[in-house]
């Protein structure tokens, strides 16, 4: 079960380059950083000219915070 979400999620992840699709601003938490429902998770973002950026995906249920999304 778990293996088909991998699978679904990267196919998801792979749409989101394919349409350079850049899902809906989450400035409040990061600037810069935007996210996509997916199924019960967020897949969190950032989009580059040449590039997508997977940050995160998390759980939508989880209580998350700006130091989730710190730059390194």
């Given at each position: 079960?778990?293996?088909?979400?991998?699978?679904?999620?990267n196919?998801?992840?792979a749409?989101?380059?394919e349409?350079?699709?850049?899902?809906s601003p989450?400035?409040?938490?990061r600037?810069?950083?935007?996210?996509?429902?997916?199924r019960?998770?967020?897949?969190?973002?950032?989009?580059?000219?040449?590039r997508?950026v997977?940050?995160?995906?998390?759980?939508?249920a989880?209580?998350?915070?700006?130091q989730?999304f710190?730059?390194g």
């Amino acid at each position: 079960m778990a293996a088909l979400f991998i699978g679904e999620l990267n196919q998801k992840i792979a749409w989101i380059a394919e349409e350079d699709f850049t899902g809906s601003p989450r400035d409040h938490m990061r600037k810069g950083l935007r996210a996509m429902p997916y199924r019960s998770r967020c897949i969190y973002l950032r989009s580059y000219p040449e590039r997508i950026v997977i940050v995160r995906v998390l759980h939508s249920a989880q209580d998350i915070t700006q130091q989730e999304f710190e730059e390194g």
